[in-house]
């Protein structure tokens, strides 16, 4: 090829070839790495061999050969590129298979550093990053990258897949409801799902209507829900509570005993709900010695819910068991359930007393509201709003919204500590301490919101509580003028519980809270009521 003198003599210009020299060389430098990878018969084709060859034949360098050396650095940069893709999609797949789930997630999301959304593998590479963080413990970012699969329909054979994701961290523990029920599944029309993820699907969105009032849309969902998944006991479940708030009793509990008939089938927490929402109808319906059997149903949950005790213990109580009732609530002063507050159970321990006759020690447990709670009740008396007062504070994150809220708050920190232990490469750590960043700071808002509502009923609940001591401060030193008669209204069913009895052994109790006998703890003392 000639492109005459006055280009030949430009090409020979000393300048321009050390220059050239130069660049070719540091180009030549930047691809020797992958080209010492290559086999023999594709180095016939690499640029380092050919760049060396430009730059002989006495320092001469021809245009021609400049453009033919970037064609083929263009097509080696391509095709190598296009391999290291490839290559990052299937150390994903194979560390996946491997369980290795570092691996899997550094490299599944090496590859979407590279691809775009309309590249055809993009989504199964953003699923291997979700199941791989999933396996991990970050159930949060997992779900924010099931939630990307699901709510863009990109690809609809993953879609099944996505949302299976997300059920099991939906129901499996604290998650966003905000984002990924309000936002999406509650909310959205989801089509092309089997019928088992179509059945969580409606499920959630009949719980959602529900809550907000549409009864006709929930019963819809509720209706499209087979009967061979587990999702149709608790929709049924949820049916019964309804007729329960409707004051609706007899229906509530037809509906709840023919649930239980299935008792073998159904999900072990919708057995223990519907078992205490029966429980707690016969509280209602003053049908204690009932109340009582179904709360023992449940009443190893109390760990967990202590608020359990508290009821067992109002249900004793007005069956006449004062000692069996004082027994439960001795054992809400155990360490594990201090996070509680229920004023009302200072109040019930007075009535305990009061029914027997004690009237200093009723006196003392009333007064003992004050003692408890004085943190509290300070920053009221000195017009601290609720929401600003600690104590009302770290007491509300264990009650209602806030107890939710705070639960996936807490969750969002511990996966974020798990980060520093966790080796997924720079860009992906990066990447996942930005969003937990942002979740956390998103979950702190709405925590505030919480907190503001709960703060407030709680204080109502104090101050209501604190009246109560006043009133029952005043019957007791009437009682003790009268003499000491029993209070009218509930009949005294309380046993002498002390050791010799063949049919159970006692203990004396020593300070010391056991959670296996938490449940069984009786105070034996003198009933000194004069008939």
């Not at 492109?3 to 210009?13: I, K, N, Q, W």
């Not at 708030?245 to 299935?262: G, I, M, S, Y």
């Not at 004085?374 to 806030?402: F, H, K, N």
Request: one cysteine or more; charged letters at 25%.
């Amino acid at each position: 090829m000639n492109f005459g003198p006055a280009r030949v003599r430009l090409f020979h210009s000393s300048q321009f070839a050390g220059r050239s020299q130069r660049l070719l060389k540091i180009v030549a430098t930047h691809r020797s790495d992958s080209l010492a990878a290559q086999s023999p018969g594709e180095k016939r084709y690499g640029c380092r061999t050919s760049l060396r060859e430009t730059t002989t034949r006495e320092g001469t360098v021809r245009l021609g050969t400049v453009l033919v050396m970037g064609m083929i650095l263009c097509c080696c940069g391509g095709g190598s590129f296009h391999e290291n893709k490839e290559l990052s999609f299937g150390s994903a797949v194979k560390a996946s298979l491997d369980q290795s789930w570092e691996r899997a997630a550094e490299a599944a999301y090496g590859y979407l550093k590279t691809s775009s959304v309309d590249d055809q593998k993009h989504d199964r590479a953003l699923l291997l990053l979700a199941q791989a963080a999933e396996e991990l413990g970050l159930s949060y970012a997992a779900s924010l990258w099931y939630l990307d699969i699901a709510q863009s329909r990109r690809n609809v054979e993953l879609l099944d897949k996505a949302i299976a994701g997300l059920e099991r961290i939906i129901m499996n523990g604290a998650h966003d409801e905000v984002t990924l029920v309000r936002g999406y599944l509650a909310t959205s029309e989801i089509t092309d799902l089997s019928p088992e993820r179509s059945a969580f699907v409606n499920y959630i969105q009949g719980l959602f209507s529900i809550r907000n009032g549409s009864d006709t849309w929930a019963d819809q969902r509720f209706a499209a829900i087979s009967p061979s998944t587990p999702y149709y006991f608790r929709a049924r479940y949820l049916l019964a509570v309804r007729e329960l708030e409707r004051h609706q009793w007899t229906k509530a509990r037809q509906a709840l005993f023919h649930l239980l008939k299935k008792r073998d089938l159904l999900p072990e927490d919708v057995r223990d709900e519907a078992e205490l929402a029966l429980a707690r109808l016969a509280m209602e319906e003053r049908l204690y010695p009932q109340a009582i059997k179904y709360y023992q149903q449940v009443k190893r949950l109390a760990p967990k819910r202590p608020e359990l005790l508290l009821e067992m213990a109002w249900a004793h109580y007005y069956h006449g068991q004062s000692k069996r009732a004082l027994g439960l609530l001795v054992a809400l002063d155990a360490p594990v359930y201090r996070g509680l507050i229920a004023p009302e159970r200072y109040l019930l321990e007075a009535f305990c007393l009061r029914q027997l006759c004690q009237f200093e020690p009723a006196r003392t447990a009333a007064v003992r509201l004050r003692v408890s709670y004085q943190d509290a009740l300070r920053d009221l008396r000195a017009g601290i709003s609720p929401v600003e007062s600690e104590a009302l504070r770290v007491a509300a994150r264990q009650r209602g919204r806030a107890q939710s809220v705070w639960q996936f708050s807490a969750r969002l920190a511990s996966e974020k500590r798990r980060l520093e232990h966790i080796s997924v490469g720079k860009s992906l750590s990066t990447e996942l301490r930005r969003m937990y960043r942002v979740g956390i700071e998103q979950a702190t808002g709405r925590l505030e919101q919480a907190l503001e509502e709960e703060t407030a009923v709680l204080a109502d609940e104090l101050i209501s509580a604190e009246s109560g001591v006043r009133l029952i401060l005043h019957e007791l030193s009437v009682g003790l003028l009268r003499g000491r008669s029993r209070p009218a209204g509930i009949e005294s069913k309380d046993e002498s519980y002390t050791a010799g009895e063949q049919s159970q052994v006692s203990y004396h109790f020593v300070s010391e809270y056991w959670t296996d006998e938490l449940d069984s703890l009786v105070v034996d003392i003198p009933d000194r009521c004069l008939e």
